[in-house]
DNA sequence: TGGGGACTGGACAACGTTGTCAGAAGTGGC
DNA sequence: GCCACTTCTGACAACGTTGTCCAGTCCCCA
């Protein structure tokens, strides 16, 4: 029954499809006078009266105010061949005259396919992650695909909540600077069909492509760099150390200290959030020495924001006269305007969201070769707060 | 009568679901290999051959292994009322050993709501806009919607093209950080019901809300400043002119060199792209003064990349003989640090972005009033280098 | 004038979910 | 034993799009 007045009422040139259905009713008892005509007269009075896009036209309205079948309409708006120029030109004044757009949900519903990907880092706000994500964003772009982004405030849990919220919208894809350890919960999703790529960690229990840097021998190679300029006591203080950059890059510091014989004072290494505040303490304790162990002459820092705190910390007018080497790793901006300039261990952010991205369509392309591990090489940038050699 | 073969194949726990829909014969052909058996024996080896989703299963699979009808297993994955517990325990058991997901695109088909909001903005790897993008997707998160965001790379068409495409995904919102000056093309859009905030910067030629800094009496002060510490030759470097923000800059600086009676030396104002080369020449020009143009005391900066490259440009040994004053609109990570320390007009980005969704936020609640245009002021924050007094 | 091919257009089902509504099963009172 | 009631369950349509398939229409050539 539903389906004879249905048909003669797309018919009519101005149908109001609304009328058939019972759902849309609140709506459309709020914003009566919505015609075509009064719509543009009062823009803002109906504007958010009921579901945010109710009463929007659909191709079955085009097609009606075109005086087409809906398929036409369909192929007009997706460009497809075999549409006479004439009536393209209908379809085409009756879109821009009702001001339709296509819904692309629907379209995904029907296609199977999203041309989104979902990307969880630990903090879109983090100038380690900013230009990362703008890399990845660009690579979406290149393939005609939207980018859905989440902070995971390095809380396990809300990754989980967000990577299954992505997979939900039926992302094509998922890149992914993991928060947590364990990864299985993504099992179903990846057998699914939905391509993931781990970034700067690897995934926890689960195979999957992953895009790392090299952080052991970065760190390596940073301790190495402070022992070659006379250091003998370096600290180190890193991010958690459920973090798995945390641990290799400690791993790293251990293995220069090994490698040159230096013994490790267990109070010379800190792990922890990277809050101000826990590296303030932890840096003052191997900075004074404490509980008879003699102080650090100087100081690798695991990350990013742990540096900047250091820099903070040898700032201060009262360390000022002990000056303390400092290695950093990552790479910051005006790191070279500081005095001293900061010595770094570089990665390329966007280089290591560039690569994550690529993998991951070379995927979506249907590459099918076994899980990749990709390790991006860091770089030394010696620009002075390295090569200052030890007071004693 | 569909259900009883249908459900026997669903109860196979390897269904094949693909081979009953005609839709995945083409897939089934490109990928001939990817038989049932295969993809749990080698889980990589069919998993990207059709559709990224192809062969998920369903409520409907669902619904047939637990023996129960459709919309009870909706009941269950919804947590709605009226499910009694021995049925949804079943229901859970075949929801976790089939691994599946409600699929949210036909949900959002559905329902007519996306639960998310979608961010346009210049530069998402910019310092100013991540803090700002952070915000949002806070916001979003409290209200329990995800962010789908794109970088414009100030190219008015791309903005219209990432906007429009964000509405056919059909986002719920939308905030803006716009690069064109005509938004007409979102009239349709806003009355269809998408709530639009535009940020940092006006909309062009139609009325929707907005969320601004002062940036003319930012800018008004920042160089009221550097005149109360004696200069009277300042130059002013800005985005491009087409930028709102810089023309808003640009004329609180005017405004501030006529309320003090100075002149000022065309020579002395330069708007363009932000990258280093443009602004490193301009600074040239009038640090170095030309044309029988005195050269400047002081500069005033547009923004954040700009004042960066200033500060560089300032530190250059062969300047360092003749310091020149620096205010910079906008503050950024480390400024206290450098030497000397950076003089700026702080806005803060997480404010501004927060403001925006919260505003988006109540205009989803279904808030009616007339467009309202929210402006957040700005704080001078004096650190040295705009204090440096002038050397004539 | 008729027949074949090329082109154009439209009816219909399907994608996976949720709202509506009605039916079935259970409970208690009389 | 029956009715009224509540609680639970499922059939069905609808959301807006696209793929399939068939039916016209037009033109050209024989």
Redesign the pocket.
């Known amino acids: 029954m539903?389906?004879a007045p249905?048909?003669s009422g797309t018919a009519d040139p101005a149908s109001p499809?609304d009328e058939?259905?019972?759902?849309?009713s609140p709506a459309a008892s709020k914003a009566p006078g919505a015609r075509t005509g009064a719509r543009a007269a009062v823009p803002h009075a109906a504007r958010h009266g009921g579901r945010p896009?109710a009463g929007?036209p659909?191709?079955?309205d085009v097609?009606a105010r075109a005086?087409?079948?809906?398929?036409?309409?369909?192929?007009v708006?997706?460009g497809?061949?075999?549409?006479?120029?004439?009536?393209?030109r209908r379809v085409q004044e009756a879109i821009t005259s009702l001001g339709?757009?296509?819904?692309?949900?629907?379209?995904v519903?029907?296609?199977?396919t999203t041309a989104s990907i979902g990307l969880v880092v630990e903090d879109l706000a983090d100038p380690f992650y900013s230009p990362l994500s703008r890399a990845v964003e660009e690579v979406a772009r290149a393939h005609g695909a939207l980018l859905i982004n989440g902070s995971s405030a390095e809380d396990p849990e809300r990754e989980r909540e967000l990577a299954l919220a992505l997979c939900a919208r039926r992302v094509d894809g998922l890149v992914i600077v993991p928060a947590g350890d364990d990864h299985r919960y993504l099992a179903p999703e990846i057998t699914a069909g939905v391509a993931t790529v781990f970034l700067d960690r690897p995934p926890g229990r689960i195979e999957a492509d992953m895009v790392l840097s090299d952080s052991f021998e970065g760190a390596r190679s940073g301790v190495a760099h402070l022992i070659a300029h006379g250091h003998r006591r370096i600290g180190f203080i890193g991010d958690r150390p459920g973090i798995h950059t945390a641990k290799e890059r400690l791993r790293g510091y251990r293995a220069a200290m090994a490698e040159a014989g230096l013994p490790v004072s267990e109070p010379w290494v800190a792990l922890g959030p990277t809050g101000s505040d826990r590296v303030r303490a932890d840096a003052a304790r191997m900075l004074d020495g404490s509980a008879g162990t003699a102080p650090v002459t100087a100081v690798f820092s695991g990350n990013n924001r742990v540096t900047v705190t250091l820099v903070r910390v040898l700032a201060e007018p009262e360390r000022r006269g002990r000056p303390v080497a400092l290695v950093g790793f990552d790479d910051f901006e005006l790191a070279d305007l500081l005095s001293p300039p900061v010595t770094v261990i570089a990665q390329d952010p966007a280089d290591l969201g560039r690569s994550a991205a690529e993998l991951l369509f070379r995927r979506l392309d249907g590459a099918d070769d076994p899980p990749r591990a990709l390790s991006r090489p860091t770089k030394l940038i010696a620009r002075g707060s390295g090569e200052i050699p030890p007071l004693d």
């Open positions: 539903a389906d249905d048909a499809a058939t259905g019972p759902a849309v896009h929007r659909t191709m079955k097609a005086g087409v079948g809906l398929k036409t309409v369909s192929r708006v997706n497809e061949a075999g549409v006479s120029s004439d009536t393209e339709f757009r296509r819904n692309d949900s629907a379209r519903l029907r296609k199977g």
